[in-house]
């Protein structure tokens, strides 16, 4: 069983996942509606998509799901691509790569670094595959040092943490991006929503069947106590 230190919230999810994005943001919202932003972390781990898809993810399929997530929690940050679709970034491990740098620094770096990045992507149309409009978000981080950042991506250290993360990530634990694991043994795969998908993938589009927001309350109040 995965073990998740006392007062943490351990996230298995890709960068470019709407459904994590979603996930990642009502987890920061219900911390801070708490009023437990000091006392709970979020260590955010990876689930890189295109390694276990050997692809990377369609801008079709996420152009589906970006209209469905995006109703959920319209205020997470949301935009259809606006640059060039040549500019759409292919590969998301840079970007989880830098989440794992920060992280040398804290949680609270990595988390914020995450975040930021989400929004930089899927509310900015922001190019995160490339390593300067990464470390551009990360500089908008009040806790993250970029030079640490930067260092770290350039030396490449961070890419064996991304790997060993895919490699617990095969074990059937983690069921996908989101999965939210707390110190009590609690897992959860994309929190509180139930969906399926019509028609084949790229051709089709996603159905949500369930929403249950509240379950992010539970989740953060069960890791608290």
Not at 51 to 62: A, G, V
Not at 123 to 143: F, K, P, T, Y
Not at 183 to 211: A, Q, S, Y
């Amino acid at each position: 069983m995965l073990e998740v230190p006392p007062k943490t919230i351990v996230v298995y999810a890709d960068i470019t996942c709407p459904w994590a994005h979603v996930a990642v943001y009502r987890l920061h919202a219900e911390r801070r509606h708490l009023g437990l932003d000091d006392d709970i972390r979020f260590d955010i781990r990876s689930f890189p998509l295109e390694l276990f898809n050997e692809q990377p993810t369609p801008k079709k399929i996420l152009d589906a799901e970006i209209s469905v997530a995006g109703a959920l929690a319209p205020d997470a940050g949301w935009q259809m691509w606006q640059r060039p679709d040549s500019e759409y970034p292919t590969t998301s491990l840079p970007a989880l790569e830098a989440v794992e740098a920060a992280k040398e620094q804290g949680l609270l770096a990595s988390e914020q670094l995450d975040r930021r990045l989400r929004v930089g992507f899927f509310g900015e149309s922001r190019v995160i595959s490339l390593r300067h409009e990464i470390l551009a978000l990360a500089a908008e981080c009040d806790a993250v040092d970029v030079d640490a950042v930067a260092e770290a991506l350039d030396s490449g250290r961070a890419r064996s943490a991304v790997i060993e993360q895919k490699e617990y990530a095969e074990r059937d634990e983690v069921r996908g991006s989101p999965h939210v694991f707390l110190p009590d043994g609690t897992g959860v795969h994309n929190p509180g929503i139930d969906m399926e998908w019509h028609g084949e993938h790229g051709e089709g589009f996603p159905i949500v069947t369930n929403d249950r927001p509240e379950v992010y309350r539970e989740l953060i109040e069960k890791a608290a106590s």
